[in-house]
């Protein structure tokens, strides 16, 4: 059979990959979604007096480039994308509608076998647990498929909602660090994951399209 020209999956095989939850679909991000996930980047992540972020990006959301710049940041890790160090920004999308980003993140995964994750959802979606829905897909993604050995995240201490979905699937505290927010100390707190910690919710995500990605993701020995 002669490849299609027009065809990604024939060199980028990330653009098969697709997880599945009961309300979601995550898929790793496309130019078209992303314009999406720009939009909904604009239509608010969170009130302008809060600052969930480790890099305050969403503070330039008046300037001309904003929305460009959350495109080019997306492009920027899929280009550097490789077995020694990837982050995969999964689209979330609900219907069809991109809703926000899920990332998954791993450097030198192949002898670490550890994996982090970010996440931010647009404030018209937050507040139905889709934050827990979407963080349990890429958990599973990276445990059950890709044999990750923990699994890392953190936030500052007043981001409630953040540090609830980590514990409800079951993270547990490792360390503090003190940062720089907006001019003014912040305390950020880290959380670790294992496998055995895990609080597996009451389905299945389907994955699909993981095997071409394989060689990418440098999947543990």
């Not at 969170?46 to 710049?69: I, S």
């Amino acid at each position: 059979m002669v490849p299609d020209p027009a065809d990604p999956l024939r060199h980028w095989p990330l653009a098969g990959l697709v997880l599945r939850t009961p309300r979601l679909e995550l898929r790793p991000d496309d130019d078209v979604g992303l314009a999406a996930l720009a939009d909904r980047a604009l239509e608010g992540v969170h009130p302008v007096e809060e600052m969930p972020f480790l890099e305050p990006w969403t503070d330039g959301a008046g300037d001309p480039g904003f929305a460009r710049g959350v495109m080019q940041y997306a492009w920027g890790c899929r280009a550097e994308l490789g077995p020694t160090r990837w982050t995969v920004n999964f689209l979330v999308r609900e219907g069809g509608r991109v809703l926000g980003l899920q990332t998954l993140s791993a450097t030198d995964f192949a002898v670490l076998g550890e994996v982090s994750s970010g996440s931010w959802l647009t404030r018209s979606a937050q507040g139905r647990g889709l934050g827990t829905e979407m963080r349990h897909a890429v958990i599973a993604l990276a445990v059950d498929h890709l044999g990750a050995r923990a699994a890392r995240t953190s936030a500052f201490a007043d981001n409630t909602a953040s540090r609830r979905v980590s514990e409800r699937l079951g993270y547990t505290p490792d360390g503090i660090e003190r940062h720089v927010r907006r001019g003014r100390p912040a305390l950020l707190l880290r959380s670790r994951l294992t496998p055995d910690d895990w609080q597996r919710p009451g389905w299945v995500p389907d994955v699909a399209g993981l095997d071409p990605c394989r060689d990418l993701l440098g999947p543990p020995v």
